[in-house]
């Protein structure tokens, strides 16, 4: 553990402060390392890591552009969708953010001075603008680079050998969110590209939210800590339930890896854009709030389903995923191929669970065992069940069983009662 740590912490600055930090970082490393999580204290707390600017202490919520309009974007789309947030309950239900992805700039930098400059096609009314109009919604606006040459896309640049002018750049316009993603990339390791524009957004005078985007590259949930707030741990995500699933398996194998501060990231929601049933997205959107990965919605709200709406807001479904606790949830137990367990602290000794049923054709009654869960033998516990909002009769003591139908899931939240 101790040479992976130490060349994780850049050798060539000479900021004290940095090097501090960067200690800290590691020492909070191995600390997880032998992963025994206590409760934090009440009022929260947590362990200090480079990247401290305050923010993601629960998963982030918000919205993003990709997955529903990909590079067809321009800021009329951008101030509906803050309306539409606003105006259907969605922000007051705790998603914030209103994340630009890829093909917000235009294609060079400026000649002169080599700045990022919007598109001013699409966004004729520049950045600063739309993150003032996201700001009186009450919203915060969120931007996105790559830690390359050029974004994915390659409609515009990345901020490879930019940060620190990038970085104070998005400050000045009011960026409170950056996704930086991981295309047209040189040589130098992922530690050191992402590490830059963490610097750079540390001095940019504004605390910005960091979104590593560098698809689990490195073992990143290892070191993504100490550099920003919530680090992908997979290749991109689609709207299919296979594909959907593919995510949450690679993403649970880091579960001891979030806190308070820095996530696990599946990737954004799909919840909405079609390609899955009604219970599929319930049993996607569940798997994400158990794993406390944050919850980005990717389709259109402007146009969304009721179906659809009543996912997005389930505000008990919510309430897994920010609970100020924040210990991901993850997969305990498995029957066969298809019947799976999955479990997670809460605060108020309370513990979610889901029974998640992932075969095609049958219906399977799914037990939930204590020792699986973490609860003690003999403790005793109601049951609510968080998409139908109902408790269930009676106590449960040692297991918790149910029947779930193909590609569903159920989602309880269990509380001891006293003895
Ligand atoms: C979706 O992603 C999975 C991997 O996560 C991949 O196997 C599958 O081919 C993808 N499907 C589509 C339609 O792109
Ligand atoms: C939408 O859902 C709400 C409850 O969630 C219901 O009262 C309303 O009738 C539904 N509207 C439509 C058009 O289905």
Same mark, same amino acid.
């Given at each position: 553990?101790?040479?992976?740590?130490?060349s *994780?912490?850049p050798?060539?600055?000479?900021? *004290? *402060?940095?090097? %501090?930090a960067c200690? #800290?970082?590691?020492?909070a490393?191995l600390?997880?390392?032998d992963y025994?999580?206590p409760?934090?204290?009440?009022?929260g707390g947590?362990r200090?890591?480079l990247?401290?600017?305050g923010?993601?202490?629960?998963?982030?919520?918000g919205?993003?552009s990709w997955?529903?309009?990909?590079?067809?974007?321009?800021?009329?789309?951008?101030?509906?969708?803050a309306?539409?947030?606003v105006?259907?309950?969605l922000?007051k239900?705790?998603y914030?953010?209103v994340?630009?992805d890829?093909?917000?700039?235009?294609s060079e /930098?400026t000649?002169e001075?080599g700045y990022?400059?919007a598109?001013?096609?699409?966004?004729p009314?520049g950045i600063?603008?739309?993150?003032?109009?996201v700001?009186?919604?009450g919203?915060?606006?969120?931007?996105y680079?790559s #830690?390359?040459?050029r974004t994915c896309?390659?409609?515009m640049p990345? +901020?490879?050998?930019?940060e620190?002018r990038?970085?104070?750049?998005?400050?000045?316009?009011?960026?409170d969110y *950056?996704?930086?993603?991981?295309?047209?990339r040189?040589g130098?390791?992922?530690?050191?590209r992402?590490?830059?524009m963490?610097?750079a957004?540390?001095?940019?005078g504004?605390p910005?939210?960091?979104s590593?985007?560098?698809?689990?590259f490195?073992e990143?949930p290892?070191?993504g800590?100490?550099?920003g707030?919530s680090? /992908?741990?997979?290749?991109?995500i689609?709207?299919?339930?296979?594909?959907m699933?593919d995510?949450?398996?690679l993403?649970d194998?880091?579960?001891?890896?979030?806190?308070?501060?820095?996530w696990?990231?599946?990737?954004m929601?799909?919840?909405?854009?079609?390609?899955?049933?009604?219970?599929e997205?319930v049993?996607?959107f569940?798997?994400w #709030?158990i794993?406390?990965?944050p919850?980005?919605?990717?389709?259109d709200?402007?146009?969304?389903?009721?179906?659809?709406?009543?996912?997005l807001s389930n505000?008990?479904?919510i309430a897994?995923?920010?609970?100020?606790?924040g210990?991901?949830?993850?997969?305990?137990?498995?029957?066969?191929?298809?019947?799976?367990?999955?479990?997670?602290?809460l605060?108020?000794?309370?513990? %979610?669970?889901?029974?998640?049923?992932?075969g095609?054709?049958r219906? %399977? +009654?799914?037990t939930?065992?204590w020792p699986d869960?973490?609860?003690?033998r003999?403790?005793?516990v109601?049951a /609510?069940?968080v998409?139908?909002?109902e408790?269930?009769?009676?106590?449960f003591?040692g297991s918790?069983?149910?029947?779930?139908?193909p590609?569903s899931c159920k989602?309880?939240?269990?509380t001891p009662?006293p +003895?």
């Amino acid at each position: 553990m101790a040479p992976e740590i130490q060349s *994780l912490c850049p050798s060539t600055t000479a900021a *004290l *402060l940095l090097l %501090a930090a960067c200690l #800290a970082a590691a020492v909070a490393a191995l600390d997880a390392a032998d992963y025994a999580r206590p409760p934090l204290p009440a009022g929260g707390g947590g362990r200090r890591v480079l990247f401290a600017n305050g923010l993601g202490l629960t998963p982030q919520m918000g919205w993003n552009s990709w997955n529903h309009f990909q590079c067809d974007i321009n800021e009329a789309v951008v101030r509906s969708t803050a309306d539409a947030l606003v105006a259907i309950g969605l922000a007051k239900a705790g998603y914030t953010y209103v994340n630009l992805d890829d093909c917000w700039a235009d294609s060079e /930098r400026t000649k002169e001075v080599g700045y990022m400059v919007a598109n001013p096609k699409t966004f004729p009314s520049g950045i600063k603008a739309l993150a003032d109009y996201v700001h009186s919604k009450g919203l915060k606006l969120g931007i996105y680079s790559s #830690a390359g040459t050029r974004t994915c896309s390659n409609r515009m640049p990345g +901020s490879l050998g930019y940060e620190e002018r990038d970085a104070k750049m998005f400050a000045s316009w009011g960026v409170d969110y *950056l996704k930086y993603d991981n295309c047209y990339r040189d040589g130098t390791p992922e530690t050191v590209r992402f590490g830059r524009m963490s610097r750079a957004l540390v001095n940019s005078g504004r605390p910005i939210f960091y979104s590593l985007c560098e698809w689990g590259f490195m073992e990143v949930p290892k070191w993504g800590g100490m550099y920003g707030n919530s680090w /992908r741990t997979t290749g991109d995500i689609n709207d299919t339930w296979s594909g959907m699933l593919d995510n949450i398996d690679l993403n649970d194998a880091y579960a001891r890896y979030a806190k308070p501060g820095g996530w696990n990231d599946p990737d954004m929601l799909e919840v909405g854009n079609g390609g899955m049933a009604y219970n599929e997205y319930v049993v996607h959107f569940s798997l994400w #709030a158990i794993a406390k990965a944050p919850l980005v919605i990717g389709c259109d709200v402007t146009r969304v389903s009721n179906e659809t709406l009543g996912i997005l807001s389930n505000a008990e479904v919510i309430a897994i995923s920010q609970d100020r606790l924040g210990v991901q949830g993850q997969k305990v137990s498995k029957y066969g191929n298809d019947l799976e367990v999955w479990a997670g602290q809460l605060s108020g000794h309370r513990k %979610a669970v889901l029974l998640l049923n992932r075969g095609a054709t049958r219906s %399977a +009654s799914i037990t939930a065992a204590w020792p699986d869960v973490g609860i003690r033998r003999g403790v005793a516990v109601e049951a /609510r069940d968080v998409w139908k909002h109902e408790t269930l009769p009676g106590w449960f003591t040692g297991s918790l069983t149910a029947v779930v139908g193909p590609h569903s899931c159920k989602l309880f939240v269990l509380t001891p009662v006293p +003895s």
